[in-house]
């Protein structure tokens, strides 16, 4: 039954109506990460009514999170995001189904996740994730809206979407190839104004009521980039040219045989990866050295000794290190794979360089069961 008090003041918009009401409440809408783009994307979105609502992410809420991800508060640091936007989302509108997945979204799971849903919304942080949406979706003909945010400046994009002349772009029509890795720094090294993905993450809800309405004329095949030192607006046609590119998966069996990481040039070989399982037992070899590559007021903090050197001042710091064996570990396993390409890069092949898969996230998921 729909509420329709509740709904009352965008039925009565003009162009919009009772029936763009019923599509919201009969739309399936995956969110692709809760972080300073997915909460306000999950904020509007049930506010507004969409019937049901996939959330994916397998961070937890840390103190460095709360200036821009305002759905949570200083209660929630150290729960899954997840289960704390499960929480608050379901006290704003219980008549909205909320469906969480307490994971990363992987070649091995995105399939299934993402055929539970109408539209895809990428609201990640990290190139792997991004190329692996993209194909993904594409292979599935899934809508996806695309935000990005890069210190004051933001972008928006609908992909997969075929407009009034026929074509269709995805997220490789814009970016071919991925960066090196360090190239783009994320908002943990470069920094981020905590509004910045309020304003963004905003478009893209609203760009994703506008595509399940039909309302206005959304961002198909189109980028919009915004700078909000000067407000500084541009919206420009993506190109539309065929991609020949061998490492693009044409099929979803190549797509679950593809390594991302390996793809965006994260993983090279003399990196071990070093599962939660063996992390205590290696780190507290004699000649072992964990470096944490996170900011220093991230939590939880390691119970085993460690040395913190943020991720963006890893090489200028790299001289502290004094033993042969390091792993560098972070919270999810992202930065941590970076960092230890940094070290390979730039010490001497007597050193042996790890990174704890999965990060402190998995390390402490492990400990808990």
């Given at each position: 039954?729909?509420?329709?008090?509740?709904?009352?003041r965008?039925?009565?918009?003009?162009?919009?109506?009772?029936?763009?009401?019923?599509?919201?409440?009969?739309?399936?809408?995956?969110?692709?990460?809760?972080?300073?783009?997915?909460?306000?994307?999950?904020?509007?979105?049930?506010?507004?009514?969409?019937?049901?609502?996939?959330i994916?992410?397998d961070?937890?809420?840390?103190?460095?999170?709360?200036?821009?991800?305002?759905?949570?508060?200083?209660?929630?640091?150290?729960?899954?995001k997840?289960?704390?936007a499960f929480?608050?989302?379901?006290?704003?509108?219980?008549?909205?189904?909320?469906?969480?997945?307490?994971?990363?979204?992987t070649?091995?799971?995105?399939?299934?996740?993402?055929?539970?849903?109408?539209?895809?919304?990428?609201?990640?942080?990290n190139?792997?994730?991004?190329?692996?949406?993209?194909?993904?979706?594409?292979?599935?003909?899934?809508?996806?809206?695309?935000?990005?945010?890069?210190?004051?400046?933001?972008?928006?994009?609908?992909?997969?979407?075929?407009?009034?002349d026929?074509?269709?772009?995805?997220?490789?029509?814009?970016?071919?190839?991925?960066?090196?890795?360090?190239?783009?720094?994320?908002?943990?090294?470069?920094?981020?104004?905590?509004?910045?993905?309020?304003?963004?993450?905003t478009?893209?809800a609203?760009?994703?009521?506008?595509?399940?309405?039909?309302?206005?004329?959304?961002?198909?095949?189109?980028?919009?980039?915004?700078?909000?030192?000067?407000?500084?607006?541009?919206?420009?046609?993506?190109?539309?040219?065929?991609l020949?590119n061998?490492?693009?998966?044409s099929?979803?069996?190549?797509?679950?045989?593809?390594?991302?990481?390996?793809?965006?040039g994260?993983?090279?070989?003399?990196?071990?990866?070093?599962?939660?399982?063996?992390?205590?037992?290696?780190?507290?070899l004699?000649?072992?050295?964990?470096?944490?590559?996170?900011?220093?007021?991230?939590?939880?903090k390691?119970?085993?000794?460690?040395?913190?050197i943020?991720?963006?001042?890893?090489?200028?710091?790299?001289?502290?290190?004094?033993?042969?064996?390091?792993i560098?570990?972070?919270?999810?396993?992202?930065?941590?794979?970076?960092?230890?390409?940094?070290?390979?890069e730039i010490?001497?092949?007597?050193?042996?360089?790890?990174?704890l898969?999965?990060?402190?996230?998995?390390?402490?998921?492990?400990?808990?069961?």
């Open positions: 039954m729909l509420n329709l008090e509740r709904y009352h965008q039925i009565t918009l003009k162009s919009f109506g009772i029936e763009a009401q019923k599509k919201l409440v009969s739309a399936k809408v995956l969110v692709v990460g809760a972080g300073g783009l997915g909460c306000p994307v999950l904020q509007y979105l049930t506010a507004a009514g969409v019937g049901n609502i996939g994916i992410d961070d937890k809420v840390s103190l460095s999170n709360l200036h821009r991800q305002i759905l949570f508060t200083s209660n929630d640091i150290g729960k899954l997840t289960e704390a929480e608050r989302l379901n006290a704003m509108n219980p008549e909205v189904q909320i469906n969480i997945v307490s994971e990363r979204i070649t091995k799971n995105a399939v299934e996740i993402i055929s539970d849903y109408d539209v895809i919304i990428d609201c990640t942080d190139f792997p994730t991004r190329y692996l949406l993209d194909d993904v979706s594409r292979l599935m003909t899934k809508p996806l809206i695309f935000g990005a945010i890069y210190q004051y400046e933001g972008q928006v994009a609908i992909f997969n979407v075929i407009d009034a026929g074509f269709t772009t995805n997220y490789r029509h814009l970016f071919h190839e991925p960066p090196k890795p360090g190239e783009v720094p994320d908002c943990n090294d470069a920094g981020v104004l905590g509004v910045l993905p309020g304003i963004i993450g478009i893209q609203t760009e994703t009521i506008k595509l399940i309405t039909g309302t206005g004329n959304p961002l198909i095949n189109k980028l919009m980039t915004i700078n909000i030192l000067d407000y500084q607006t541009a919206i420009f046609q993506i190109p539309t040219e065929n020949t061998e490492n693009i998966p099929t979803l069996k190549e797509f679950e045989q593809m390594n991302y990481e390996l793809h965006c994260i993983k090279q070989n003399g990196i071990t990866n070093i599962s939660s399982s063996e992390f205590k037992e290696i780190a507290e004699p000649d072992t050295v964990i470096i944490d590559v996170r900011e220093t007021d991230e939590l939880p390691l119970e085993l000794p460690y040395l913190s943020p991720l963006s001042q890893l090489k200028e710091n790299s001289n502290q290190i004094n033993k042969q064996n390091i560098v570990v972070c919270q999810s396993g992202k930065r941590s794979m970076i960092g230890a390409q940094i070290l390979k010490l001497d092949q007597d050193y042996t360089i790890g990174h898969e999965g990060g402190i996230n998995q390390l402490n998921k492990e400990m808990n069961e």
